[in-house]
């Protein structure tokens, strides 16, 4: 096994068309880079906990297709390719689906979710379950990103228990930046994919809501809620992406994507683009910056003029009050979860959200180590239908008029560009908007912010547009990824 190991030491940072350039080639076979992640996994991932399970099939799965690619050809960019899921996405195999959760911790899923059955199709190899901050970060008002009761808590590779993770998704960021996979699928209602991948030196998707199935992904909000891709290079976030869309029955949100989504977006990655890009700078969302975190965005705006872009600085974005939305979340949530505990196995212990309540208070000592007051918040909402769609269409009434599309469509723009915390990323994701986060450089010093969080770092820039406007936000990402190159993997 080390002789395997050093004979593939370069697919540290490899991508997937080197990967599957490789493939095709005859150096390498998908069951010796899965032997080989695996092998990492068990070396190193016990430094940042980012991985929950490995699929006890993904050696025998990536053998059935590397003998299909000898006696059939090869089906795509993503055949043989190990990728990473979320432990809220679920499988039909003999990987568990816990949203981080001791009280699912031995649930298995009936069948793969939409998102799991599209990867399958295109060849991936689902290489494992990545932790996750438990129940999407809808558990605790005080429970720290990246901790599970199921897994732990994920750390950040860049400074394991020194620097802030972010997000829900902070598992599958954590692992594809050091390089435990080709990629991972996070998901999304508000910062969960963009604010890891910002923190974690990688690039992640989250895409207009619609444009990929939530079905078989355990919830949060039908509003806001979206699965997407993290992967070390804009280009692999891409391939990834076009895998992912498809009009689905079981999401009727998804037939808003007829005509609007591609099942390819790498023709999208257009580094000559930003010659002809309008970009807004909305420098409200800068303000709390500390001066190195500034610096990092001032230098990216530089990096994009000379570039060739058009910077508009500063543009105005209403802002919405924070907490705008949390009874239409609260209704949604509590809908969402009974719906999906309903369908698990009778040998599950839960099978709505009171019932989980119940176990995880019976279970205190290993399910309840930061409370579980958004869980009671949740059941004890009393929106009642009615109320739910007039504030629905109060707050959308609100939002569009006069926000992102207002200055959007004022200002001529193809992008606004915000810094790579989650505060800037509440506007677009309330209103189902896409988000594309970049590396956009590191904090030497660091400094704590006011939740105690060390800011010291990587840090991303992130690019939001209007709906579906996905191939756009990809050629302004790669323009800006291959101007500035700033992923580095970790020491780890």
Not at 4 to 33: F, H, P, Y
Not at 299 to 306: C, E, Q, R, W
Not at 421 to 437: E, F, K
Not at 454 to 470: D, H, I, L, N, Q
Request: charged letters at 20%.
């Amino acid at each position: 096994m080390e002789r395997l190991e050093q004979k593939l030491d370069w697919i540290i940072e490899a991508d997937i068309m080197a990967l599957q350039a490789a493939m095709e080639a005859g150096s390498v076979t998908s069951e010796e880079i899965v032997r080989y992640y695996m092998t990492r996994i068990r070396n190193c991932d016990q430094s940042i906990n980012s991985i929950l399970e490995i699929n006890p099939d993904a050696v025998h799965i990536a053998r059935a297709l590397d003998k299909e690619r000898l006696e059939q050809g090869c089906r795509g960019m993503l055949h043989g390719i190990p990728v990473l899921l979320k432990d809220n996405i679920d499988t039909g195999d003999r990987m568990h689906t816990s949203a981080g959760s001791v009280a699912l911790a031995d649930s298995f899923a009936a069948s793969d979710s939409f998102v799991a059955a599209r990867l399958r199709s295109a060849g991936a190899v689902l290489l494992g379950k990545t932790n996750m901050t438990e129940w999407s970060n809808f558990m605790s008002g005080s429970m720290p990103a990246g901790y599970s009761s199921r897994g732990g808590l994920v750390l950040n590779p860049y400074g394991p228990g020194e620097l802030f993770v972010s997000g829900s998704s902070s598992g599958s960021a954590a692992a594809v930046a050091a390089n435990m996979g080709a990629a991972a699928i996070g998901t999304e209602t508000a910062g969960s994919i963009v604010g890891p991948a910002c923190q974690n030196n990688v690039v992640g998707i989250k895409p207009t809501v619609g444009l990929v199935s939530r079905s078989g992904v355990i919830p949060i909000s039908y509003s806001q809620d979206t699965p997407g891709p993290i992967a070390r290079t804009v280009t692999d976030a891409a391939i990834l992406l076009g895998a992912l869309t498809g009009v689905d029955d079981n999401d009727p949100a998804t037939l808003r994507s007829v005509n609007r989504a591609f099942a390819d977006y790498t023709p999208f990655l257009d580094a000559g683009f930003l010659r002809h890009a309008r970009i807004g700078i909305p420098r409200h969302y800068y303000r709390h910056l500390d001066p190195e975190r500034l610096a990092i965005m001032e230098t990216a705006i530089a990096a994009l003029k000379d570039a060739g872009a058009t910077i508009i600085d500063p543009v105005a974005v209403r802002v919405e009050p924070s907490n705008w939305n949390n009874d239409i979340i609260a209704y949604e949530f509590k809908k969402g979860l009974n719906r999906y505990l309903s369908r698990l196995a009778d040998s599950v212990p839960v099978h709505s959200l009171q019932e989980l309540i119940a176990y995880n208070s019976l279970h205190a000592e290993t399910a309840l180590r930061y409370g579980q007051d958004t869980l009671i918040r949740s059941q004890e909402t009393t929106l009642t239908g009615e109320a739910y769609r007039r504030k629905k269409e109060e707050a959308w009434r609100a939002a569009v008029p006069e926000g992102l599309d207002a200055v959007m469509d004022r200002e001529r723009l193809d992008a606004l560009m915000l810094p790579g915390d989650v505060d800037g990323m509440y506007a677009a994701a309330r209103l189902g908007y896409p988000l594309i986060a970049v590396p956009a450089g590191y904090c030497s010093k660091g400094t704590v912010d006011a939740d105690g969080d060390c800011t010291k770092g990587p840090f991303g820039a992130v690019f939001s547009g209007k709906a579906f406007s996905e191939p756009v936000l990809i050629k302004i990402a790669y323009g800006f990824e291959q101007a500035t190159r700033h992923r580095f993997p970790p020491l780890i």
